[in-house]
């Protein structure tokens, strides 16, 4: 998943006529479900503490706006490839807006124990766009990485928009009236997810619901998830076939990469026809059916033990009164 290319931010009032479209770093960027998931779950303390404290004149002073959160990314960089693994949080002083750096530094030293391959790569925030004051906190981490990236994370709900609310950009030096400055350039990113990240993440994604949702809304949230990215895939697919019969009826140009994609694409497909995948799938369909089963014949011996021992519990004290002694099983 890509971000958008679109016209680069720029933090001088003058420079966004003369701001790049887009970063030409030519670096390539993958950002980790980790991060996204940090930076989230940092936005949502930050707002849910902020209520609690009863912190409303703060709130209404900044129009509404949530509070914004600031933190580290962290990752390697090898050759002309950013990939962002994790990401830390950062204590921002609110009145001159300057960071912590003993904070910071305390930090560091702890993930190099743990990581010691990773380096601070730049820096995440929230909100909705750039603010004029991060260039401010940019410059204070250029000491730390020449080149640091900025991460902007819009916690705002946006349900026509079928994208992440995730931003990365650069910093360029742009002459602009005559005097050079530094401005914000977006650049292009792609998702990158290793086993244990999907794993973490779809168990996130199937926790019970804390309002005490039942098991059958977790059901039908995740037959939903199911049947969004069924749509998502076939929407895809119909593209992909439109784009092949315009190609064919030599109303595109052709493009031989992405024939060549497609061709990978659809070589895939018999594979899940193959006598091993039949032998496989029904062997975990059996296995499944297996497990239900025995949580079945678990729960009603369960359900069983419970009746035997509240109809002995009856039986005693109905012969105890009787002056007899015994009991049923």
């Known amino acids: 998943m890509s971000a958008p290319s679109d016209p680069a931010v720029a933090t001088h009032p003058q420079a966004g006529a003369a701001a790049a479209a887009s970063s030409s770093s030519g670096l390539t960027f993958k950002l980790h479900p980790l991060v996204i998931v940090n930076v989230s779950d940092h936005h949502t303390r930050v707002k849910a503490q902020a209520a609690c404290s009863g912190d409303r004149a703060s709130s209404a002073a900044a129009g509404g706006q949530p509070p914004r959160v600031f933190g580290c990314v962290i990752g390697v960089q090898r050759g002309r490839t950013v990939e962002i693994f994790n990401s830390f949080e950062l204590v921002l002083d609110p009145v001159s ?16 124990k743990v990581f010691p391959d990773f ?9 909705s766009d750039v603010q004029d004051t991060d260039m401010q906190i940019h410059k204070a981490l250029m000491d730390i990485n020449e080149s640091p990236v900025y991460l902007l994370l819009n916690p705002a709900i946006n349900l026509s928009q079928k994208d992440l609310p995730v ?32 794993i973490s993440v779809d168990h996130v994604a199937h926790l019970k619901p804390s309002d005490g949702g039942s098991a059958a809304t977790q059901l039908a949230a995740h037959l939903t998830g199911i049947h969004s990215a069924i749509k998502m895939l076939n929407s895809r697919v119909r593209v992909i076939h439109q784009y092949l019969v315009s190609m064919q009826k030599g109303d595109m140009p052709l493009d031989n990469s992405l024939l060549r994609q497609v061709s990978s694409l659809v070589r895939r497909l018999p594979a899940m026809e193959s006598e091993k995948f039949q032998d496989d799938f029904l062997m975990e369909y059996n296995d499944t059916l297996l497990m239900t089963y025995l949580a079945m014949f678990t729960n009603c011996s369960s359900t069983m033990n419970e009746l035997v021992e509240k109809f002995n519990a009856t039986y005693e004290r109905s ?4 002056g007899g002694r015994g009991a049923f099983m």
């Open 167 to 198: 931003t990365i950009y650069e910093s360029e030096l742009h002459v602009i009236d005559g005097s050079p400055q530094l401005i914000f350039v977006r650049a292009n990113y792609t998702i990158e997810t290793v086993e244990a990240e999907r």
């Open 119 to 127: 380096y601070v790569l730049g820096w995440y925030s929230t909100g």
């Open 319 to 322: 012969t105890a009164r009787r």
């Open 97 to 112: 807006g300057t960071l912590d750096r003993a904070f910071l530094e305390k930090k560091q030293e702890l993930y190099k």
